[in-house]
């Protein structure tokens, strides 16, 4: 079963900075992508930006230009730097990942979830 534990969310004001980390139980080479969504009270669970396998990145176009995603392969952890919060940014983020496993013919998709760490921002 695969783990993942996310740190670094709390409490900052408009304009300020976070930095998220997912720490992953196995290679994070192994998934098809992982990465990090988020889900404000009474809204879906949205992505904000992920990794592919390939090393390619995808990202919300709200925080285009004010986070970045990266990943430590020797360390097998995904960050995401979070810059210009604002108070939309507020949400329960969470680490996310996902597989497919088996045989071409009978592919299996996995999805695995960490936790979810709260950021607010507020003044």
């Known amino acids: 079963q695969v783990q993942l534990v996310e740190s670094g969310g709390g409490s900052v004001q408009p304009g300020g900075s976070l930095r998220l980390s997912c720490s992953a139980s196995r290679s994070i080479f192994r998934f098809n992508a992982i990465g990090w969504y988020r889900q404000a009270p009474g809204k879906q669970r949205e992505l904000v930006a992920t990794?592919?396998?390939?090393?390619?990145?995808n990202y919300a176009d709200s925080v285009k230009g004010r986070f970045t995603i990266s990943r430590d392969v020797a360390k097998n952890t995904v960050d995401l730097q979070m810059n210009s919060l604002k108070p939309e940014d507020t949400a329960v983020y969470y680490c996310?990942?996902?597989?497919?496993?088996?045989?071409?013919?009978?592919?299996?998709?996995?999805?695995?979830w960490g936790q979810g760490t709260q950021v607010t921002v507020s003044s």
């Open positions: 996310h990942s996902y597989e497919e496993v088996g045989p071409v013919e009978r592919v299996v998709p996995r999805h695995y």
């Open positions: 990794f592919t396998s390939e090393g390619r990145t």
